[in-house]
């Protein structure tokens, strides 16, 4: 029996499980991110949004060690084939969360400016996609932790229930910007702030597919159908004169 051999590879295993959970707790800081930024832009509140611009920091932080303790990790252990995988998913599972921690705060940043105008309703809409992004998160997260590939899947199919409201709220902030032109500021940053929502979604998506290479082996071979349409849409009423044409 080589127990130098058991000994590399229990070591491997607490070192990997270790990992894991670090990651875990940063996905679930950037979950918490993105609530607080949508209840700083519902209460209005200034301060609020800078402190969780400045908790970014502390996501930041957490991807800069959980790089070190890969690096260190592929160097000590020179782990193969599956193990490799898990190592690899890990690298780039915590800089996909760093990127959601990102948007999180650029939501927060946005707050402040529009707390500083008159309040439009389409604010409210946010909420909707934030909590559709944080399930998409949150069940990605518990999918990497259990190595479920098809609880990933699930979460990488289902992006496309954020994508479509992600462009019915963008089309609703249109209509608002072309029926008065005092909504073009608010709803401009109402547009950032769902974008780097939807971004949010994105990002669950990569993990859900690392998820799933890191099990299988294999790469997802479907095309998944992107249902964000934003890109065609028609901003020529914007440009004119302000007389409010007639809800669609």
């Known amino acids: 029996m080589n127990t130098g051999t058991d000994h590399i590879i229990k070591s491997y295993d607490t070192e990997l499980s270790r990992l894991t959970a670090e990651i875990v707790r940063m996905g679930e800081l950037s979950v918490k991110q993105l609530e607080a930024a949508i209840d700083v832009v519902e209460r209005r509140d200034e301060r609020a949004a800078q402190r969780v611009v400045d908790n970014d920091d502390t996501i930041d932080q957490m991807e800069h060690d959980i790089s070190h303790d890969v690096v260190r990790l592929l160097a000590l252990r020179a782990p193969m084939a599956g193990d490799l995988r898990n190592v690899f998913a890990a690298l780039r599972t915590a800089a996909d969360i760093e990127r959601i ?49 098809e609880r990933a899947h699930a979460v990488w199919k289902n ?78 009423g914007l440009a004119g004169s302000g007389d409010k044409p007639a809800r669609p």
């Open 101 to 149: 921690g990102d948007y999180a705060a650029n939501v927060a940043k946005r707050s402040i400016p529009l707390s500083m105008v008159a309040p439009v309703q389409p604010a409210r809409g946010l909420e909707h996609l934030a909590r559709l992004a944080a399930t998409g998160v949150r069940e990605v997260l518990a999918a990497y932790q259990e190595r479920d590939a």
């Open 159 to 236: 992006d496309t229930v954020l994508d479509e409201a992600y462009t019915g709220y963008f089309r609703q902030l249109l209509t608002y910007m072309m029926e008065d032109p005092r909504n073009i500021t608010p709803c401009t940053h109402l547009l950032f702030m769902a974008k780097n929502i939807e971004r949010i979604g994105d990002h669950a998506t990569n993990i859900a597919e690392n998820v799933w290479f890191q099990v299988t082996g294999e790469p997802l071979q479907s095309q998944r159908r992107k249902l964000d349409q934003t890109s065609s849409a028609d901003f020529s």
